[in-house]
């Protein structure tokens, strides 16, 4: 997928090479075996009740299946897909992207809140808030998705597809913002962490001096 600047008129077929093709289809194999395994375990094992943050995780595996079962394993045959198909295809890899870094976020930002205010984590970290939140990111994903996507151009076939130069953008800079800012909360984790081992030696030579 580009944005439409770059496509006028017809553009070339994709050829993929052999190496490309098995790349995606043991890489997208194995995905979604092991996130299909870590899904069941975690529907089945998981106390969502104690430890809301699991339901971000269900999330995270549930997106990272649908890419590997849609995108992964689908992607060296993307040439053969109908014109209809286009539209929901991306729609939905679009889709399971988007949730899987949002998640990470609220994964990470869990971390943050569990680590700076463990008295009052649970007031403020409660099953039914963080279902809420999963039915919003989803909501407000697929939302996006469906109008970003209803703007696309297919030049047949659907591996030559493009967007309004503005749209992508958008779509890049909603990935690089969710991506930097999860990456800043587990860098200030990493710093809250490092400080507090400091932290303890240092009280425990003043209490026995």
Same mark, same amino acid.
């Given at each position: ?9 017809t ?29 069941l ?13 699991q339901i ?8 990272d /299946? ?20 286009c539209y ?8 399971s992207?988007? *949730?899987? *870094?949002?998640?990470? /976020? ?10 700076k205010?463990p008295l ?5 970290v409660?099953r039914?808030?963080?279902?809420? /939140?999963?039915?919003?990111s ?10 970003i996507?209803?703007?696309?151009t297919?030049?047949?076939? *659907?591996?030559t ?7 992508y953008?958008?779509?890049? /800079? ?11 909360i ?7 962490a ?10 425990g030579?003043?209490?026995f001096?």
């Open positions: 997928m580009s944005n439409s600047s770059s496509n006028n008129g553009a070339p077929m994709e050829h993929m090479t052999s190496a490309e093709v098995y790349f995606y289809l043991i890489n997208g194999s194995l995905g979604t075996i092991f996130n299909a395994v870590v899904l375990i975690a529907l089945r094992h998981a106390d969502t009740y104690d430890k809301p943050r971000a995780v269900i999330n995270m595996t549930f997106a /299946l649908i890419t590997c079962l849609i995108y992964m394993i689908t992607r060296p045959y993307l040439n053969l897909f109908p014109e209809p198909l929901p295809y991306y729609v939905t890899i679009f889709t992207q988007m *949730c899987s *870094c949002l998640n990470l /976020l609220w994964l990470n930002l869990d971390k943050l809140i569990y680590i205010f009052h984590y649970y007031q403020m409660s039914i808030r963080v279902l809420l /939140l999963t039915i919003a989803w909501t407000i994903i697929i939302t996006l998705a469906l109008t996507y209803f703007f696309m297919v030049h047949s076939p *659907c591996s597809v493009s967007l309004p130069p503005f749209l953008s958008v779509i890049c /800079l909603m990935y690089i913002a969710i991506i930097l800012a999860s990456f800043a587990s860098a200030i984790i990493y710093f809250i490092r400080n507090s081992r400091r932290a303890e030696p240092q009280a030579s003043v209490k001096s």
